[in-house]
């Protein structure tokens, strides 16, 4: 059969099953691999909380755990570089290769996945026999071993592949549909992965230039604070490279899958391409605190973060309106009632938009955390893990537990196991994390640093020190235990959803719009997810297809913002002998 939608080529649907198998198990090996790290770093998230409700569990786990710090290296490394990174490369590639209805490089998409599952195993190596404890921003002078950096090195290469895929892909399209603009999930795939090719710059210098050959003993020293803004050069756009996916989502998927539409193509292809120029620049804004540079500059990176801010609240108000759209198609009255209204027995859909709901929280604080003289008061108290966790730790983490719990079932054809445990997870960890980034955010405000091992202090210092926090630090340790429970309950799905026989039996229901109607997705509830590939080929979408002027625009932009911060640097070398403190 084909199908003509106006501005999309006529196209078979339902291609023959055995030809997209390869794509779906390497899909799904992407989203195990991640989805196995951050279970290890869930895991041992929660001691971290209970350490600053006070309760030292540490001493019971020493085999596995010599310090608090050799496990919070193990946690922010897993979640924040391997979880995401995992889920992110394979949806991005994935994605748009079904939205074009064309086969991405298989040989390119197995050598990413292959070159970061080595670099796992050799950070995992490198942080289990305790080596490197040097915590997920690895600054020097704390000394990892070698395998540690390696390890990190390929770890970022092997996530800036997707990135000649995607080229190749729209490449190839484009050659088809002279003239057209790019689909759109398509379209934000590239632009994340453009974004973070820039991004990758920083760390790559960092670890190749300094870090590798200093901890291969070639070189006796190092320079810390070079090494700290090349990293932040790299972790500050991070954090949009962990954004980014959970908006393919909500822009590209989420508004099909509530039943209603995306309001706005055009809106969602802006986000995107102003992600992409404002997040590289502003990076030293998570060096307020740290000496030698200038007060003017220290200013216009205010006013930069407070830009970058700005394709998210457009976001806010893009996928509100979509989101209303929905919920009044779906009944839904008055001011709240279209929020009610929408599915949300349906587990994946219900996690997103919880996502969605810590995700104001979580922008709202960044603000705080931007503006220079607050972040006099918040930075390296407990504020900002509190920061962190509604931000990275749930809008996007549980934004892609929720596409798990569509794509499990789409990529094994078995059923998810057990759609009300799913959704319990979901409630769980939104519930468990608000209570815990309450409690963090408050203690923040009484100082309370951060990354400190506070309940080795004998329990009357912790009470004189942290008496004004008490309150503040219980609720950070029923959160965390509410997220051990969100834990095991998604785990349970996850785990039994891949070991269920139970078929998804369920039919796959074609609709037009998804992936230009070559594709047929079916949920576990049988509602499909369908991509928005409708090209309203507005003024507006065809000037952003230039992405190659952004992207050379966007480097000029970071070079400028970053050579008056590295020139004091660069002239006043500081060369630091490497410490072991743990
Ligand atoms: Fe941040 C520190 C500033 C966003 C992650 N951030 C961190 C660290 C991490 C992190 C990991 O300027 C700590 C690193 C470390 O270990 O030291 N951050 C910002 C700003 C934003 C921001 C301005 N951060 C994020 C995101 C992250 C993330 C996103 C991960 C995914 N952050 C900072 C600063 C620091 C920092 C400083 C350094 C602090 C220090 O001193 O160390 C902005 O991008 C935020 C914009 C977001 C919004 C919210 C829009 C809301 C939306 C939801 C809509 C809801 C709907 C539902 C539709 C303006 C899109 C509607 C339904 C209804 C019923 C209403
Ligand atoms: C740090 C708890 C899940 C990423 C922390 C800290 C706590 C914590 C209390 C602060 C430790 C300190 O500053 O001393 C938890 C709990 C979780 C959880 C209870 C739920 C199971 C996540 C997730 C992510 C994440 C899902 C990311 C996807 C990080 C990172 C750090 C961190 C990057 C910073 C590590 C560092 O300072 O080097 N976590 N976390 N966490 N967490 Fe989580
Ligand atoms: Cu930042």
Redesign the pocket.
């Known amino acids: 059969t084909a199908t003509a939608i106006p501005g999309t080529l006529p196209v078979s649907v339902a291609a023959p099953a055995d030809v997209l198998a390869p794509q779906r198990r390497t899909m799904l090996a992407f989203l195990v691999w991640g989805f196995s790290a ?1 279970m290890i ?2 895991m041992i ?2 001691l ?2 209970l350490n ?1 409700g006070g309760v030292n569990a540490y001493p019971a786990l020493t085999p596995i755990l010599k310090s608090y710090y050799q496990g ?2 193990i ?2 490394v897993l ?2 570089y391997i ?2 990174f995992f889920v992110t490369c394979g949806l991005l590639v994935y994605l748009p290769a079904r939205e074009l209805g064309l086969a991405p490089s298989m040989a390119l998409w197995r050598g990413c996945f292959a070159t970061m599952a080595l670099g796992t195993l050799m950070l995992l190596l490198a942080m289990f026999d305790n080596s490197s404890s040097v ?3 690895f600054y020097p002078p704390l000394k990892g071993s070698a395998w540690f950096y390696l390890g990190m090195t390929l770890v970022v290469l092997g996530s800036l592949m997707p990135l000649p895929i995607l080229l190749d892909l729209r490449a190839r399209w484009k050659a088809r549909r002279p003239g057209e603009v790019t689909p759109l999930v398509t379209y934000m795939s590239l632009t994340t992965m453009l974004m973070w090719a820039l991004a990758g710059g920083g760390a790559l210098i960092e670890l190749v230039v300094q870090l590798n050959p200093w901890a291969l003993g070639l070189t006796d020293t190092v320079d810390p604070i070079v090494a700290r803004t090349l990293f932040w050069w790299t972790g500050h756009p991070i954090v949009y490279f962990w954004l980014m996916p959970a908006y393919v989502s909500w822009y590209g998927l989420l508004s099909k899958q509530i039943g209603g539409k995306l309001v706005s193509d055009p809106m969602a292809r802006l986000t995107f391409a102003l992600l992409l120029v404002f997040s590289l620049p502003v990076g030293s804004h998570h060096q307020f605190t740290d000496p030698g540079f200038s007060p003017v500059w220290r200013g216009i990176l205010t006013a930069l973060t407070l830009s970058v801010a700005l394709p998210s609240l457009v976001t806010a108000f893009t996928i509100g309106l979509s989101l209303e759209y929905a919920g009044r198609l779906r009944g839904g009255r008055g001011w709240l009632g279209w929020f009610t209204a929408l599915p949300w027995r349906d587990p994946s859909v219900a996690a997103q938009v919880l996502a969605m709901l810590t995700f104001i929280f979580g922008g709202a604080g960044g603000i705080v955390n931007g503006s220079w003289e607050l972040n006099n008061i918040v930075h390296n108290t ?1 504020w900002v ?1 509190g920061h ?2 509604i931000t ?2 749930t809008a ?2 549980l934004t892609f537990m929720g596409v798990a719990f569509w794509m499990l079932p789409h990529l094994t054809g078995r059923a998810l196991l057990s759609r009300r445990l799913a959704l319990a997870a979901a409630w769980l960890w939104f519930t468990g994390m608000s209570v ?1 980034a309450l409690g963090m955010h408050w203690a923040g405000l009484f100082g309370v640093p ?3 091992w506070v309940s080795m202090l004998p329990r009357s210092v912790y009470d004189r020190v942290y008496g004004d926090a008490h309150l503040a630090l219980i609720l950070v340790a029923v959160g ?1 235990c509410i ?1 051990w429970l969100a ?1 095991i309950a998604f785990y349970t799905v996850f785990l039994g959803s891949l070991g269920t026989r139970r078929l998804d039996r369920r039919p796959a229901i074609p609709f037009a719009q998804a992936f230009g109607g070559r594709e047929s997705y079916a949920l576990d509830g049988g509602e499909p997810v369908g991509i928005v590939a409708h090209q309203e080929a507005s003024k507006l979408a065809r000037a952003l297809e230039h992405l190659g002027l952004i992207t050379a625009f966007t480097a000029l932009a970071t070079a400028a913002a970053y050579v008056p911060i590295f020139w004091p640097f660069l002239r006043n070398v500081t060369a630091a002998r490497g410490w072991v403190v743990w």
């Open positions: 951050l770093g869930a998230g929660p971290q909380a600053y919070l290296t946690h922010g979640n924040a979880f995401t915590l997920w921003t407990t893990p962190f966790h990275v730790g996007s983490a815990f951060r990354r400190a965390g997220l834990t």
